[in-house]
Each structure stands twice: as C-alpha cells, then as structure tokens.
C-alpha cells in the first residue's frame, strides 16, 4: 500500500468516527430532550389535577350547606357537649344545642373560602422531587402533599373567619347558654371547649376528606378528567 493511500484510509476512517460521534451526540441530545419534555409533561398535568380538584373542593364547602348537608364532613358537637347532650335537652336546651351546630357549620363554610389561594401558591412551591413522588404515590398522594406543605397556613387564616362568623351567627351566645347550663347541675364536669380551634380543625378535616375523594376521582375515573391535560396525563 502506497503511502498517499494509506493517508486516504486513515482520513476516510477518521471521518466516519467523528461522523458517528456525532450521531450519537445527536441521539443523546434527543433523548436528554424528550425526557425533559416528559417531566414538563407530567409536571404540568399534576398541577392541572390539582388546581382542578382544589378548585372543585372549596366549591362544594364554600357554600350554604357545604358542610351541613354533607354527613361525612358535617361538624358534629364538641364531644364533652354530645355527652351531656341528653342531660342538655331534657331541661330544654334543644334549641341552643341545635343552633351551636348549625353555627359551627355555617363558619366553616365561611372560612373555606380561603383555602383556594393557599392551595395555589402550595402547588406554584412544588419541586421536580415532590411531581414524581405524588405523582407514583397512592391515591390520596396530592392530598397528603397539600395538607403537610398548607396545613399550618390555613390555620392561620380559617381562624380569624370562623371566630367572626361564630359571632355572627350568634355561635358564642348559643355555648354560653349551654355551658352556663350544665355548670349549674350538681356534680358535672365543667364544660370547656376552645370553639375556634375545634371549629378550625373540624373545617380543616372536612376539607381535605373532599379534597382526597376528587384525587381518587380525577386519578380514576375518566368522567372527571374535564381538561385535555388530565385525559392525556392519567388516561395512560
């Protein structure tokens, strides 16, 4: 072999290595870019199923009878107040003992109100790490995620709404009544119950029990998946 033949074979052959260094610079580039658009994909469509099933839960609270027509969530008497509840009705505190509950309902109702912008801004915090792991984790696993990163936030603004609601409706005067009451009788255990924080956790409770069951529901049935993301996203 020649040596201007010999140079000829060493270039040919330098060229398609480099040629084939750069297909497969192109097939990683390609497939580096596909997953990033699969994450995107699924970040975005998790999002979407939370902003949905959020927003459809603070609906069906944020309403006259929200709480109170609903038995899953309705928010029952202070449980020392259900134990004298027989006692309380039988010296003619029926009438209070009803009115407390329909109060303590009618503030939650109230108060969810606030929950849609605390939600959004939890949802707008979530990282890359926090998509996959709701994304592969359970059914109830967006609502576990919202309750641990909002919990402490929603407290803090349910509060100050249930108490102005409690006044309004009179829900102070109603367990005065009934306090003052049974405190009276012989030989009972005082009545003491702070009626904002049952009232705040009760609410709180009650809200994420809805928010868990539109999860399931978007993640489950194809009828709640309203949006072409959610359809593309969980009807995989």
Known sequence: MT??????????????????????EQLDTARD?????????????????????????????????????????????????????SALRRVGLDDSLDDLELAMNRAAEQAAGEALDVFADSISRMRPADVYSVFDGGPDAATRYLRADSAEELQQRYQPVVAAR????????????????????????????????????????????????????IREDPVARTTALLRDIFGE
């Open 33 to 85: 870019g596909g997953a990033d658009n699969e994450e995107s994909r699924i970040a975005a469509g998790l999002r979407e199923a939370l902003r949905v099933g959020t927003e459809r839960t603070v609906d069906r609270t944020h309403r006259e009878d929200g709480y109170l027509a609903n038995e899953r969530i309705r928010i029952p008497l202070p449980e020392q107040f259900q134990s004298a509840a």
């Open 3 to 24: 040596r201007r033949l010999f140079r000829q074979c060493v270039l040919a052959l330098l060229a398609l290595t480099l040629s084939a260094c750069a297909m497969l």
């Open 166 to 217: 409690l006044e309004a409706v009179q829900g102070y005067d109603h367990y005065r009544d009934i306090a003052t009451a049974w405190n009276r009788l012989p030989l009972v255990r005082p009545l003491e119950v702070d009626l904002d924080r049952y009232v705040t956790e009760q609410a709180l409770d009650g809200l994420f029990t809805l928010l868990a069951e539109e999860e399931q529901r």
